[in-house]
């Protein structure tokens, strides 16, 4: 169980266009999803906390207008990079607590590589 | 600030023993996981500790000090699939995770 599903899993795009990246919980429901970066070689970086039915909390610095959450239902949430320069190129991971296990475990999905030409 | 510190990168023989340690300085504390994380893959769970001292799971373990704010995870009998990155993750007080920057493990035959 517990199982998280991103879409695309790598996309390669021109600049100043614009990708949806999808997350979605198989197996249950998620109020809560949460969206990382990763750049090569380095940790996780929490860009945002996703919010069913309501707006995103991002983190300081990252930039709200560019990168565009929407939590529509309790099993998918999708983040839009807008106007993608090369320097957003990255690895993009969603992630969910199905809250069952007692503490805060957090499922992954597979992740998306990002490639800004 | 908060703070997560673990060695960049380790080499470890297979079939050896390793240990990988983690300190961390967090605003609040609520357990500390251990993910892998194979490259271009996303992470995986481990494991995740609240209370002092030792949870065993199979060929790996992982040890919590919340007075020491210390953790480290341990893997025995090395195998070369082993060869990945091992993060660790303090909870914050506000239940959020604060990650370490990862340990790349490599395992040399």
């Known amino acids: 169980g517990a199982v998280v599903s991103q879409h695309p899993s790598w996309v390669i795009c021109k600049s100043g266009t614009s990708v949806k990246i999808e997350c979605r919980s198989l197996?249950?429901?998620?109020?809560?999803m949460f969206w990382y970066r990763q750049f090569p070689k380095q940790s996780l970086m929490l860009m945002a906390t996703s919010n069913e039915g309501s707006k995103a909390t991002y983190e300081q610095g990252v930039e709200k207008d560019k990168f565009l959450i929407n939590h529509a239902s309790l099993t998918l949430s999708t983040l839009t990079v807008t106007s993608a320069h090369p320097e957003d190129s990255s690895f993009y991971i969603c992630?969910?607590?199905?809250?069952?296990?007692?503490?805060?475990?957090?499922?992954f999905g597979p992740g998306t590589r990002l490639t800004v030409l | 600030g908060q703070n997560i510190d673990q060695p960049t990168e380790m080499t470890a023989t297979e079939g050896a023993i390793v240990q990988i340690n983690c300190t961390y300085q967090?605003?609040?504390?609520?357990?500390l996981f251990w993910y892998q994380q194979h490259a271009g893959e996303a992470p995986t769970f481990l494991s995740y500790?609240?209370l002092d001292g030792l949870e065993e799971k199979g060929r790996f373990s992982s040890f919590l000090s919340r007075s020491k704010g210390y953790s480290y995870l341990l893997l025995k009998e090395l195998q070369m699939k082993d060869s990945a990155s091992y993060l660790c993750?303090?909870?914050?007080?506000?239940?959020?995770?604060?990650w370490g920057a990862g340990t790349k493990l490599i395992i040399k035959p």
């Open positions: 993750a303090a909870v914050d007080s506000n239940y959020q995770l604060i």
């Open positions: 500790n609240v």
């Open positions: 992630s969910a607590n199905p809250g069952t296990s007692g503490y805060n475990e957090q499922f």
């Open positions: 197996d249950f429901q998620a109020t809560t």
């Open positions: 967090t605003s609040g504390f609520n357990g």
